[in-house]
């Protein structure tokens, strides 16, 4: 691909996606939030509360693999449930493959299910938010799906019937937004969709689930919330509350991750850990785009399949030392909230990353240097690496990004 095929590609999935998550002027706040957020009570008993406030009498679980291996949350839920539960789908795949969501969404279709509940990271709630999109658009084949993505995004009804809760059990946030992503595995690309009525209605924040979580997924995902939080300080089109709350969310993360890493079970941690990522998501609410980590990370996991949360462990630390010089101000406030203000933000983030025991390099998860160019070309095309704080004028940058991760 020439280099004005690819500009004139990465300007208009920047314009596409903005538009289709309503980007708003600057100097104005406006977010999207959900109607409710439980996080001190047991899971079991908020639930039938929302259900009921619904009116939702056809419940379909979409659960990943985590859930699908813990027969004691599983038989929870159906008690719970009990009539009102009218089908499960469990072992959702990383990225949420686009055949994936559509043999959930068929299955949910035939249950003639009233309400989603996810149960699950961040690809499970993504799909969970994209079956909504095929019972409203009447998607019943992988091929269709391609049709609705952020770049197309076809008029949509304002209200939709079927709507969805979430009950995380990840650290990603994806039950916070009103988008997400799905894998068009036949190209290897990570399409974004997006609409407001894909928003989950509810969130129940109980740290017992969490539990089960492989503790790598758990502490990865803690990465991931923190990229939230750093690019949300980094990024231009900040605002101040979520400023504020991604500064909080920094201190809670950083010190609960450690906590947990070093006591798997101590569940106040895990609830500090779970309050860190919501408030990591206010700017994402109130449409604050990222940078070049994510955008980075969406390639590296649609091309790839490194997850999300790895991505960030990745790529954080090289995209803050190669933005340094554009926004130094922003980093050093980072630095002194990790700890040493003296010290880079992007060695802080480093170090965090190693004394979790997570990955640092992309060695580590089996990436090799001939796979840089194709990585390089779909991350140039993401929305959040054309609006990364130091423009990127081309994949070669990207692909010197990647050599110093490599």
């Known amino acids: 691909m020439g280099g004005l095929a690819r500009r004139e590609l990465a300007a208009f999935a920047r314009a596409s996606f903005l538009s289709i998550l309503a980007s708003v002027p600057a100097g104005i706040y406006r977010p999207t939030y959900l109607e409710s957020v439980s996080y001190l009570r047991p899971w079991e008993e908020v639930l039938v509360e929302e259900i009921t406030r619904l009116g939702a009498e056809s419940v379909f679980v979409v659960a990943g693999t985590t859930f699908a291996r813990n027969s004691a949350i599983e038989g929870q839920l ?33 249950a003639q299910s009233d309400l989603i509940l996810a149960v699950g990271g961040g690809s499970v709630i993504d799909a969970a938010k994209i079956v909504l999109l095929c019972f409203v658009a009447d998607i019943r084949d992988s091929s269709q799906l391609g049709q609705f993505t952020a ?25 916070y937004t009103d988008f997400g992503g799905s894998t068009d595995t ?9 609409h407001p009525q ?49 500064m909080h969310a920094l201190k809670l993360l950083t010190r609960s991750l450690v906590r947990t890493h070093e006591e798997p079970g101590d569940l106040e941690a895990r609830r500090q850990s779970m309050i860190g990522a919501w408030l990591a998501t206010v700017g994402l609410q109130s449409r604050v785009p990222m940078g070049a980590s994510h955008g980075i990370g969406h390639a590296l996991g649609g091309t790839a399949g490194v997850p999300h949360g790895i ?49 640092r390099r992309l060695r580590d998860v089996g990436i090799q240097p001939e796979q840089f160019a194709q990585i390089a070309d779909v991350a140039f095309q993401d929305p959040w690496t054309q609006v990364n704080p130091r423009p990127i004028e081309s994949p070669n940058t990207i692909i010197q990004l990647l050599e110093m991760a490599w």
Not at 92 to 98: E, G, K, W
Not at 186 to 194: I, P, R, S, T
């Open 78 to 110: 159906v008690a719970t449930l009990g009539r009102r539960l009218a089908g499960f789908k469990t072992g959702v795949r990383d990225h949420a493959p686009r055949e994936d969501v559509v043999s959930i969404a068929n299955d949910a279709r035939e």
């Open 186 to 194: 036949q190209h290897k690309l990570k399409e974004a969709y997006g």
């Open 151 to 175: 770049r197309r995004h076809p008029a949509l009804p304002t209200h939709w019937p079927v709507r969805m809760g979430a009950i995380p059990t990840t650290l990603s946030g994806a039950e």
């Open 311 to 359: 991505t960030s462990c990745l790529m954080l630390p090289h995209v803050l030392r190669w933005n340094m010089g554009v926004n130094e101000m922003q980093q050093r406030l980072i630095s002194g909230i990790l700890g040493d203000a003296s010290a880079e933000a992007a060695d802080q983030v480093a170090d965090l990353v190693a004394r979790l025991g997570l990955p």
């Open 198 to 246: 894909m928003l989950p209605r509810f969130a129940l924040l109980d740290p017992s689930v969490t539990v089960y979580t492989p503790q790598r997924l758990w502490l990865s995902t803690g990465v991931r919330a923190i990229d939230h939080t750093i690019e949300t300080l980094c990024s231009p089109g900040t605002n101040p509350m979520a400023d504020a709350a991604a």
